[in-house]
């Protein structure tokens, strides 16, 4: 792999780098001179040899250095040659980045230059993108070696280590960036700036003593070695270019036959100039080499340095073969400069080996599902596997080594390797196995740390040296043998460390583990889900598993975690499910037991009264039973003789909540705390912004559940506000940016998702619930939408002059396209679309949605709803969903009519006790086809304390009701302040297959809803 590295250091901070970099610059233990300056280091010295290297014995040494002589232009390219790879940290100043570059070279290196602070930047548009500095004085003006003028050092200590270059008789370095090509091999230097010398001076390049292989061995001496010496003294109107030295280099005996091929111009070529037909690579017979030419090194970010021409042979070379490069002058420079080549034809041949690459190495006796993985099965008995190819012969050595973490270092980053060599036993393709039993070390004594592994093997006959290649990068070798622990479940978690707890007919088991996690399963009641993504931090989330509705007694579960290398929790895990929020047990026949819990934090609900009465309520309550809960939250009543009950939970320090009616043996309810039901959460929504975009922002969490997304501001369409969410609930976060409210399809730019990493592609753990009254902050990462977008099929209308109830609309209507997910509560954000008015009340509805994400979480079966909300000036809203049946076409299918209001009626005067309250029933569950449907009032008291009245409908649209808050005045206990209550009404419609009305999980209501309509608030004074 091609690493580019790039920046400026001076003469002064590249000794002391290396002398405080300890570790980083020890040659290898068996070197007698290893250490930097000033006394032996403390690490290994070692570097992974690159894909194509070489490794070989004793100290790296210069084969050549490039150019010699004069008449060289002053943007001339610097070129070493080494026998073997050399270690880019033994260029490079400690703790620099190091960034990727194409194919198998390492690119742009240390910048050398003296360390003060005046910036310089490049003037001719070739060298490196790093700023070059001026000296440790302050008010550098940026020229190479300036001294300054501030009151710093004015002088530096002369460079003794790295490779470097200056002008004869000075010890300045010159600014330079480097690459490092051919698997380590060649470092190539290309100054940063034009060289500037005195009248007849000359450039020197230099290596220093700490110079070292991949393997540690320092280059040796003492003093640098001056390795070419050149005269940049080129005509300054000369602009035709020369070839400073092919590579393999020429007249080379023992180039790679998988190598690519070089050309180093001494100036900037123009690219499109140069092509397969004036760079031409063919044997001494004739045959040509076909591949393709580029300019992979960069003199600043996305502008290639056309200096260094590259040509990648489609194939490997033929073996022990004469190669000849043909060159013309058709390459040009400049407008009008050509290449000045000499007639040399060829200009340069060289000869490869006879041996070839091996095909691939991998760990032979790995886990099935972990490819490369080094674990507690097979560290004791590891076996390689290298296949060799057809042209392999007996004999043939090869050279295997595993690089690991140096776990004798205080270094976390220390490398190391262990080494076995195999010979090749018959001729032809073959998978020779190199046995690396005991190499290791024990499980309870490793050779490595826990970590990354690099996989690596060199093939060797006689005295030729083919490249080293790696296993495969796709399988992320490892190696570990710690097997992973269970931290933590959830948040929320039981009263035993292992209980899951949940408010949802589907179990999405997430938590914390002491590592990422490879594997994860969980089964619960013989059904079983698999590990949907973990993160480096340990959180994992499960795929959801159909728990159904669970009785009083919950279920257990039995869950297995396999860390990333394979290796197995050391003991088995199990604990319970209980599953919080539900109806069920079955007909009530004369014992009902009543579960109350804390909604915020899933706890339950200590010495809350339970307040219980037959049938509906009545003013005065007749037949009336209050219990108080025991430390499991639940009240139990036996003996009882109605078949229906209305269940009122009364506890301190939280709301209310009534179910109305319910016929069932086991009622688990949820009651909202009146402080710390919420936590904050804020936010970023990373896109590249255009004029008038913001960012719809989706969230499962919304503190009021049937929110369908917050729209961020026009002046800072980046940022999420601060909303109110549900709190230990997991986070699904989505993200849509344009113009809002659209006005065609497509209608966003950009989208992102949480759960879906900043490719959108890469699957991720939901942000971690938050805790009740944090503050909590997510940062969302949008790409462009291009390719991953669906539109809806057709358009079609929703007529909301069937919305009784619903006055002149206000504005358009809302369009939002929601996914519900099992196992997560509420919906989340996936489209918009908008609304075009037409005939009275009726609009066509349209919109567009990420088809990306549907395809990225299909395993949570998201349900795409189009969703369009009207609103009237008393603020009553009507919602009506419409199924998205196929989401890949955008078909969709009507669900029902668009829903009436449950108008609530103003009453006469004051009310003595617990109201009745009038309302219009405009609800029918059977107008959808699975369809089930609650009623709600809310009672918020002048103190804010809320009254939830629960009512399963199953009358159909009844019109005028009238429906009696639970009588409280005989029990004692206290309810809400007396004074102006505001009471609003709710229609919620929701989709379901199975439930009953003895069967059913109540957030299901939200996850499921169809359609919605909410009625305005209307004061009842409460004397």
């Known amino acids: 792999m091609t690493n580019r590295f790039a920046f400026a250091f001076s003469a002064a901070t590249l000794l002391l780098g290396f002398a405080a970099c ?99 930047v490049p003037s001719d548009g070739f060298g490196g993108d790093s700023p070059v500095v001026g000296d440790t004085g302050q008010g550098g003006t940026g020229v190479p070696g300036d001294t300054g003028t501030g009151d710093g050092a004015t002088t530096a200590p002369p460079p003794t280590d790295g490779i470097f270059a200056r002008v004869v008789g000075t010890q300045t370095p010159i600014p330079a960036a480097f690459d490092l090509l051919l698997g380590g091999t060649v470092v190539v230097m290309r100054p940063t700036a034009a060289l500037t010398v005195p009248d007849g001076g000359q450039v020197e390049v230099l290596v220093g003593p700490e110079l070292r292989d991949v393997d540690g061995t320092r280059f040796g001496g003492s003093e640098p070695e001056v390795v070419a010496t050149f005269t940049p003294n080129a005509d300054a109107e000369a602009v035709d270019g020369e070839i400073v030295t092919t590579l393999p280099i020429d007249n080379e005996g023992d180039a790679l036959r998988e190598t690519p091929i070089y050309a180093i111009f001494s100036r900037a070529a123009n690219a499109q100039s140069v092509t397969t037909g004036n760079f031409v690579t063919q044997t001494a017979g004739g045959i040509l080499v076909n591949g393709n030419v580029s300019f992979p090194i960069e003199a600043a970010p996305q502008v290639p340095d056309t200096r260094i021409l590259r040509f990648d042979p489609a194939a490997a070379l033929f073996g022990a073969t004469d190669y000849e490069i043909f060159v013309d002058s058709t390459i040009q420079f400049g407008e009008t400069g050509v290449l000045e080549f000499q007639g040399r034809s060829p200009f340069s041949v060289f000869s490869t080996i006879a041996a070839a690459q091996a095909t691939s190495v991998a760990v032979g006796n790995a886990a099935t599902g972990f490819p490369d993985k080094v674990n507690l099965g097979n560290i004791a008995n590891l076996m390689i596997d290298v296949v060799v190819p057809a042209d392999a012969i007996v004999g043939d050595t090869l050279r295997v080594r595993l690089y690991g973490l140096e776990n004798e270092t205080e270094a976390t980053d220390d490398l190391n390797f262990v080494e076995r060599t195999a010979s090749v036993p018959a001729n032809g393709e073959q998978t020779v ?22 996989v690596t093997v060199q093939t060797e006959r006689g005295s030729e040296l083919a490249g080293y290649i790696r296993s495969s990068a796709l399988n992320t070798p490892e190696f570990d043998v710690t097997p992973p622990t269970l931290t933590e479940i959830g948040p929320p978690m039981g009263p035993n460390a292992t209980d899951i707890i949940c408010d949802q007919q589907h179990l999405v088991m997430y938590g914390t583990a002491s590592e990422r996690l490879g594997l994860a399963e969980i089964t619960v009641n013989g059904v079983t889900a698999n590990l949907f993504a973990s993160d480096d931090a340990g959180r994992f989330t499960i795929y959801p598993v159909d728990l159904g509705v669970l009785g009083a007694g919950g279920a257990t579960y039995a869950l297995s975690l396999t860390d990333t290398a394979g290796n197995l929790v050391a003991s088995a895990l199990s ?3 209980r599953q919080r929020g539900v109806v069920s047990g079955g007909v009530l026949t004369g014992t009902l ?154 209608t966003f730019a950009n989208f992102g998702c949480g759960m879906c990493g900043q490719d959108s592609l890469t699957l991720t753990p939901p942000f971690a619930p938050a805790e009740p009254l944090s503050d909590n902050n997510i940062a969302l990462t949008l790409i462009p939408a291009t390719g991953s977008v669906a ?71 998201p349900t795409l709803w189009v969703s369009t909300e009207a609103t009237d000036a008393s603020g009553n809203i009507a919602r009506q969903r419409r199924l998205i049946v196929d989401p890949t076409t955008g078909t969709t299918f009507n669900t029902t009519a668009a829903p009436g209001i449950p108008t609530v009626s103003t009453p006469a005067g004051a009310i003595t006790g617990s109201p009745a309250v009038s309302f219009q029933d405009r609800l029918n569950s059977a107008s959808l086809l699975g369809g089930f449907a609650f009623t709600q009032l809310r009672a918020a008291d002048p103190n804010g304390r809320d009254w939830l009245v629960l009512l399963q409908d199953i009358s159909g649209a009844n019109g005028a009701t009238t429906l009696q808050f639970p009588d409280l005045s005989g029990t004692g206990l206290v309810g809400l302040s007396t004074g102006s209550w505001s009471i609003g009404a709710e229609h919620i419609l929701m989709f379901t297959n199975s439930y009953s009305s003895t069967s059913y999980v109540l957030e299901e209501r939200f996850r499921q809803l169809v359609t919605y309509g909410r009625a305005q608030a209307v004061a009842h004074v409460i004397q």
């Open 22 to 120: 300890g570790g980083n610059n020890v040659g290898r233990l068996f070197d007698p001179e290893v250490g930097g300056p000033g006394g032996a280091g403390d690490g290994t010295g070692i570097e992974a040899v690159p894909v194509g290297g070489k490794t070989v014995e004793g100290r790296p040494r210069v084969i050549n250095a490039f150019p010699t002589g004069s008449n060289w232009p002053a943007s001339v390219p610097i070129v070493i040659v080494f026998n073997e790879s050399i270690a880019e940290d033994s260029i490079e100043d400690n703790g620099t980045t190091t960034t990727a570059a194409p194919a198998d070279d390492r690119g742009d290196g240390p910048v050398v230059g003296d360390a003060g602070d005046g910036p310089v």
């Open 791 to 861: 539109n809806l099929a057709a358009t079609y209308t929703v007529d909301f002059g069937t919305s009784g109830g619903l006055g002149t609309i206000q504005g358009a209507p809302s369009v939002n396209i929601l996914a519900s997910m099992l196992g997560f509560g509420g919906m989340t954000l996936y489209g918009v679309g908008f609304a075009t008015a037409g005939v009275g009340a009726q609009y066509t509805i349209n919109g567009s949605y990420a088809l990306r994400l549907n395809q990225t979480l299909a395993l949570f079966t």
């Open 433 to 454: 196995t190199v046995d690396f039993s005991g190499a290791l070390g024990l499980d309870t004594d490793p050779r490595f740390d826990d970590g990354s592994l690099i």
């Open 593 to 746: 037991v009543v579960e109350a819990y804390d909604e915020a934090t899933y706890e339950p609900l200590v010495g809350a009264a339970i307040v219980i009465e037959p049938g509906v309520s009545q003013k005065p309550a007749v037949g009336q039973l209050t219990a108080i809960t025991g430390a499991d939250g639940r009240a139990t009543f036996s003996g009882l003789g109605s078949a229906r009950y209305t269940i009122t939970v009364v506890a301190a320090d939280h709301d209310l909540v009534t179910l109305v009616d319910n016929p069932s043996a086991f009622v688990s309810l949820p009651v909202p705390p009146t402080t710390g039901a919420t936590a904050t959460l804020t936010g970023s929504a990373a896109f590249v912004p255009s004029a008038g975009a913001t960012a719809l922002i989706g969230l499962n969490t919304f503190a009021d559940p049937t929110t369908e997304a917050l729209q961020t501001a026009a002046g800072n369409a980046g940022t999420i506000q601060a909303t109110q969410i549900r709190p230990n609930r997991p986070i699904v976060a989505t993200a849509l940016s344009g113009v809002f409210p659209p006005t065609a399809v497509s």
């Open 575 to 577: 604990g319970a499910v």
